[in-house]
């Protein structure tokens, strides 16, 4: 068996046991980064890797059972990491390489893992797909390299799925965890508001939170518990009782609300009804109770342009803070758009839009409020080719990621899991969303799927090369 066939959590029982070292980990998965550059995964490998490493496997020999400690893992470009050049996905901003790492990054390396490099994005993370003028080559799924991986995590699915990771550092502001995860057969954890904290960063509409890329749901949970730590000072900031990984036998039945309704008007894919429809039958043989509800609320134009307006402000807030004026013309077309509507929005246009997109969370909520767990597809539709966004991206975008932004703007906890790889080869993903901070529920439950089983491992080709 080569080491990348072993989950995270086989890895850190080898490492502790010594069976494996820190070092030869890294070498193994910086050997296939290099061999597989193609699928555009990274932007940025740590030139510092085999060091840290090496410092792990000495740690290793002390004794030291820190949580990571020795696990070679990717953080997404658009968290902060001192010494590593970090881009957010920009060529405004190609040679950025900060002083001190964001919250989330530092508890990390705190812990141990083996930072390999910076997994690729999209520009400021605002596209459902990851291309940029950084990196030569998009993100592409590893079972059909001519098709995104998503986004805006899509360098950090990527990477897990085609094996040159073993688990992944990702961040969520609409699905960009859990589209990914679905377009590459792994399992993508959104947490709730406030388990993971957004510092330096703050903001009282929080709609983006980190959290983890993996292939199994025991390998999430071990990476979300060194990442649920909220910095001092969080607005929302709470703590799990107990570890997450310790806890995914589920210790009763749910009831389960499910729709497929795409909620704009586009018919729903039937790979995407196929999704939803097998796994509430296996909810049901495991003694689940689940039921269909009309689709809370759609997607009607005023929502859509509060999204829209939201989105521009955010972007906004970045490109103002980090891009100098001079280098405003290296950003992307999608970007200069966002920033051009931005610079149309009045403070009552964000605040009135941040009020529109809270009542359309609140609806969800209300509609589900007897229910424990919600079931929809991840994306309607398989991964789309390269070149797929041009013209109206937004609208697009939005007709192929609708299910997932509610559960950002409710601040409730949802994971995309695999479902099938269908006839052509692609991967299909559903989507659970549970109870707010009752993320280890959600994973118990996303555990009971996977050992149902609900999908296969079922690898791409580059697995094996």
């Known amino acids: 068996m080569s080491l990348h066939e072993l989950t995270a959590a086989q890895q850190l029982k080898a490492l502790r046991a010594k069976e494996i070292g820190s070092r030869e980990l890294t070498e193994h998965y910086l050997a296939r980064i290099e061999r597989r550059a193609g699928l555009g995964a990274f932007v940025t490998i740590n030139e510092n890797a085999l060091d840290e490493a090496t ?3 000495e740690r290793l020999a002390g004794g030291d059972r820190a949580a990571l400690l020795g696990l070679p893992l990717g953080i997404k470009d658009l968290a902060a990491t001192a010494g590593i050049r970090t881009t957010f996905g920009s060529a405004a901003l190609a040679e950025f390489v900060p002083r001190e790492d964001s919250w989330t990054a530092g508890l990390l390396r705190r812990a141990g893992a083996v930072v390999l490099g910076k997994t690729n994005t999209s ?21 059909a390299p001519t098709r995104y991986s998503s986004g ?19 961040s969520d502001g609409a699905g960009s965890i859990r589209t990914p995860a679905a377009t590459c057969h792994l399992v993508g954890m959104k947490p709730s508001r406030g388990l993971v904290s957004p510092a330096p960063a703050t903001s009282f509409l929080l709609a983006s939170t980190e959290g983890p890329m993996a292939r ?25 009782d107990g570890s997450f990984s310790a806890a995914l036998d589920l210790q009763r039945p749910l009831r389960v609300a499910m729709w497929t309704d795409t909620g704009t008007g586009e018919a729903v894919d039937p790979q995407a009804e196929l999704a939803v429809r097998r796994t509430a039958e296996v909810l049901t043989g495991l003694g689940h109770e689940v039921r269909e509800i009309p689709l809370p609320a759609r997607w009607d134009e005023p929502v859509s342009r509060a999204v829209l307006a ?16 001079e280098r405003t013309h290296l950003l992307r077309p999608y970007s200069r758009h966002l920033l051009a ?13 941040q009020a529109l997109l809270a009542r359309y969370a609140s609806t969800f909520l209300a509609a589900v409020d007897d229910y424990d767990v ?35 703007l409710a601040g409730v906890p949802a994971i995309s899991l695999p479902s099938h790889v269908d006839g052509d080869g692609l991967p299909h993903g559903v989507h659970l ?23 296969d491992e079922l690898h791409p080709p580059s697995w094996h090369q």
């Open 55 to 57: 410092r792990a496997d």
């Open 123 to 143: 520009e400021f993370g605002a596209t459902c797909y990851t291309e940029n003028d950084v990196t030569p080559s998009p993100a592409v799924t590893p079972y």
């Open 152 to 170: 805006s995590s899509g360098g950090a699915a990527t990477a897990v799925a085609a094996g040159l990771l073993p688990v992944a550092h990702a």
């Open 216 to 240: 199994t749901v025991e390998d999430a949970a071990l990476l979300l518990d060194v990442m649920a730590s909220p910095a001092p000072g969080d607005l929302y900031g709470w703590r799990n």
């Open 310 to 325: 939201w989105f521009a402000y955010q972007v906004g807030a970045v490109a103002r803070l980090m891009v100098p004026p």
């Open 341 to 353: 509507v931005n610079e149309k929005l009045s403070a009552a246009d964000v605040v009135m839009a």
């Open 374 to 408: 919600v079931l929809t597809p991840t994306t309607n539709g398989p991964p789309v080719p390269i070149g797929y966004y041009t013209g109206d991206e937004a609208d697009l975008m939005l007709k192929w990621s609708c299910h997932t932004p509610w559960a950002n």
């Open 433 to 455: 969303v549970g109870r707010a901070r009752r993320d280890a529920e959600l994973l118990a439950l996303a555990a009971q799927l996977e050992s149902a089983p609900l999908w």
